[in-house]
């Protein structure tokens, strides 16, 4: 079993910054890819970014391309997705997910962390 928190979530401006953080434990975390998704209410979660398990491929949704870097630090266990000229309509809950591939990661597979709350006031 792999744990997944999530924190670095909160209240910011538009075009500001945030950097959440994703800390992993229990097992070989540099064995997974892992990913960042968002969901607000009445909506499916949806992809933002992924990470292959090296670090050496990356993956982002469209609307976040240009703005938002996922990063991956194995050495401590921890995701990161660094997020600048930040929108209203980036605002929802942030999770992490870790699965063997950026494939399984895509298609929503794997572990899961409680998320964490981005709300960008315009």
């Known amino acids: 079993q792999l744990q997944l928190v999530e924190s670095g979530g909160g209240l910011v401006q538009a075009g500001g910054s945030l950097r959440l953080s994703c800390a992993a434990s229990g097992r070989t975390f540099s064995r997974y890819a892992m990913g960042w998704f968002r969901q607000t209410p009445g909506k499916e979660r949806e992809f933002v970014a992924a990470?292959?398990?090296?670090?050496?491929?990356?993956s982002y949704a469209d609307s976040v391309k240009g703005r938002f870097t996922i990063s991956k630090d194995n050495a401590k266990n921890t995701l990161y997705l660094q997020m600048s000229s930040l929108k209203a309509e980036d605002t929802a809950v942030y999770y992490c997910?870790?699965?063997?591939?950026?494939?399984?990661?895509?298609?929503?597979?794997?572990?899961w962390g409680q998320g964490t709350q981005v709300t960008v006031s315009s």
């Open positions: 990470i292959s398990s090296t670090g050496g491929s990356t």
């Open positions: 997910n870790a699965a063997s591939s950026l494939g399984e990661v895509v298609a929503k597979k794997g572990y």
